[in-house]
């Protein structure tokens, strides 16, 4: 099937900066890296990552050839440094200055030891990966109308109960197992998103309107008029 990349990188710009802000980080604590890029390209690119002007990462994706639209390469890094401002400013770059070669940023993910502290009246978290009964204590809501929920199944999301609160810092105890790490959300109500402005629009003539159509949608018989 098609698959969508992200950015962009050949001769014209081989390089790019992505800052992200990891708030709550625990000081001297090491950073994990994961990303993945695609070269679609007839010949080996090579690339660099660095964290704060550290070289942290340098590597090599294949080329393409017979029907490979793309070769991808797959890597880990870490940073022991230190972060201004609680910010990781990452520079991905390729090794090139041909016009016809192209690079592309599937993802990257940042990986860190946090402080369980809300950032606007809102913290997500994972458990150590471990087995046993954790305590967890979160702090820094603004006030006391606070709720956790594990979100670990998407479909299936439960409200903690029997938790402690007082002021703006609540703890709960859960049952952790090693290789299913758990996922929660702590969170008031201050922070709760609501849709907004919706509209409805009416769309007929589903079938006659192909211009710039990428796509066959399987469906419902229900909707076969449209």
Known sequence: GREYYGDEFSGIRN???????????LPNSKVNYNFRLINNSTSIVKYSISESNRLIY???????YDYYYGRADYGTAYYDGSLTDERSNLKISINTSSGGVKVYLDYFEIEYKRKLEAVGDYLLFFSK???GVVEYKITNFSNSNIFVFDVTDSWDVK???GASISGGEIK???SEEKNKVSKYIAVNPNAFKTPQNGTSINVTNITENISGSEMIIISNKFFRNQ
């Open 15 to 25: 390089s790019r900066n992505y800052i992200t802000t990891l708030s709550g980080i």
């Open 58 to 64: 340098s590597g090599s994706i294949s080329r393409i």
């Open 129 to 131: 990966d471990t087995t």
């Open 159 to 161: 409200l903690i109960d």
């Open 172 to 174: 709960f105890q859960s």
